[in-house]
């Protein structure tokens, strides 16, 4: 079992989206700013009640909500890798010979006619 | 907790748009100055009211709202996390294999055809 | 509080559209000049009229609607920058998500299909 | 106020297309030539009335409809600076909001869509 | 007043099309010659008649009609310079104001779609 980052906890970006920092939401742009004590309290304010609730919301489910997950792909993993992907490589055999039927019957009729087609845009052939 | 930068309170630009200075809303091309007292006192007019106003509202209310925010993206950050992005991976392996199961159908009809037709286009072929 | 520049009241250019100087409005072509008196004199009773009444008007008005654009634009500050960005930002994160289930279907559905018909196109391709 | 040039009376060339010259106006091509005295007795006629009735007419009205001009153009001045110029600044504020969600909306349906046809011309992509 | 040119009487060319000479009216191609002094007789014949004929006429009305097109075009240059120019400063300066209101909605509404129909080709993107 592999090591696990405690700074960098998205080492794949998933969630890069969900932007919720302070100056993600929160931005006062030149000529329109209160006055700084205010400007400090928000910033105390919206952190502390954003952590508060993640980590009291995480504390209570976060285990348990893993748990669930673990199971859940522990399932699909045995269904994909142990089912669906040998089916598909039977179903891409018979497939490509099918297609190469299909292939040869079309080209058979087809192709004469697109080459003659073709010869429209003879002009733009570079010898 | 990182630090708050009280300068540059808009570090991602996200209220750019928001041009609220002097500059960007009043100004008196070439050919039509008023009395210089009467631009000063225009321009002190301006920033007083604008400044007082804004510094009264974030005053009272900056801190309630900032806090509201954080409750709010707490909870969002949360539902994400732990529900959504795990649901979207569960969603995209399957999506996958349904994928490529309509790719092999598609490939297997449309490929033989598609190729017979872009002879018509031969003629552009770099050799 | 930013200095004010008395000379160039325009730094931003946003009102060089309006150009009411003298010579922007009247002017005599080669053959067609009047006595030199009368055109000096209509020079001076352009300028005056033109900087008596706007004079007269921001001397008026400049002040009080100053302060009520500054009292405006505090409003809008206010109301964009505490309420309509953060909202954006939730409706971002949320957007991100059905945005992210709707590629899934559409590049599910037409991928294959779109792949196949750019073989027609075959040709141009550059190896 | 600004000094003027007595001599080049349309210095942004904004009356440049009213030629009232008299060449601009009568001119005998080879091959029909009047006799001489006639040609300079035309050209001393054309000239003389031209510019008798042209300078009486400024004389008489000149002053008077520069001074109208400078009233008209200190009122439009006035309503663009003061009024059209800051209500096109909250316009653009809150157009800016309107773009962000619409721009939020579009994107949000239309690019999964576009960007897989977009495979139809893949082959034209330089890698 | 400007001195006249006796020789050249059209500097700016603008009756050149008007060609009146023997040779732009008559010619005798190779093959198509008639006897020399007929043809001699119809070059001095077709040019007094055009002299006479031409001289009398502007001997006649020539000095009349020059000052009457002296007193017109000091008609047109009057109300041009005096009223149609400065209004079409007025025009300007409101369709400036209207155009960019125009091209706020245009924006907000096409941009994002226009951008969105762009990725259909993506592929030409040059990197």
């Given amino acids: 079992m592999a090591d696990l980052d405690m700074v960098n906890r998205d080492p794949n970006n998933i969630n890069d989206f969900i932007g919720v920092q302070f100056e993600d939401v929160l931005a006062?742009?030149?000529g329109a700013h209160s006055i700084d004590c205010v400007w400090k309290a928000s910033f105390f304010c919206f952190n502390i009640w954003k952590n508060f609730f993640y980590k009291l919301a995480t504390l209570c489910c976060g285990m348990c909500i893993?748990?669930?997950w673990g199971c859940e792909f522990a399932r699909?993993?045995?269904t994909h890798i142990w089912f669906v992907t040998p089916f598909f490589k039977v179903l891409e055999i018979?497939?490509?010979c099918l297609?190469?039927?299909w292939a040869l019957c079309v080209h058979c009729c087809c192709d004469p006619c697109c080459e003659a087609f073709g010869l429209i845009f003879g002009?733009?052939?570079k010898d």
């Fill in 99 to 101: 297609q190469k039927f």
């Fill in 28 to 30: 006062e742009p030149e």
């Fill in 94 to 96: 018979n497939c490509g």
């Fill in 76 to 78: 699909i993993a045995f």
């Fill in 66 to 68: 893993a748990a669930e």
């Fill in 123 to 125: 002009a733009f052939r």
